[in-house]
Nanobody
């Protein structure tokens, strides 16, 4: 069973930057998609960005140009570089791994952006 552990969340001022990480353990299918989702209080979980093992990325419109997803397949890790953060980016950020056998989720890391 794959386990995902996020790290790197915290408190940052508006306009600042933060990088969060996700480390996967266990055996992973060669074709997979790693992604980041977020959930703000009182809202549904939403997609932030995804990146396939083949290198194709997808971003939510609200983060395009500000966030960058990357991954290190050898380390089974994914990263989210977040620049020009806004208060509306405040949420718990969850790492997700999709494989042909199903989805795995991390426990989440809190990102808080103060105005």
């Amino acid at each position: 069973q794959v386990q995902l552990v996020e790290s790197g969340g915290g408190l940052v001022q508006a306009g600042g930057s933060l990088r969060i990480s996700c480390a996967a353990s266990g055996t992973i299918f060669s074709y997979n998609v790693m992604g980041w989702y977020r959930q703000a209080p009182g809202k549904q979980r939403e997609l932030v960005a995804t990146l396939t093992s083949g290198g194709n990325s997808n971003y939510a419109d609200s983060v395009k140009g500000r966030f960058t997803i990357s991954r290190d397949s050898a380390k089974k890790s994914a990263y989210l570089q977040m620049n020009n953060l806004k208060p509306e980016d405040t949420a718990v950020y969850y790492c997700n791994l999709w494989e042909p056998r199903g989805n795995s989720w991390g426990q989440g890391t809190q990102v808080t952006v103060s105005s």
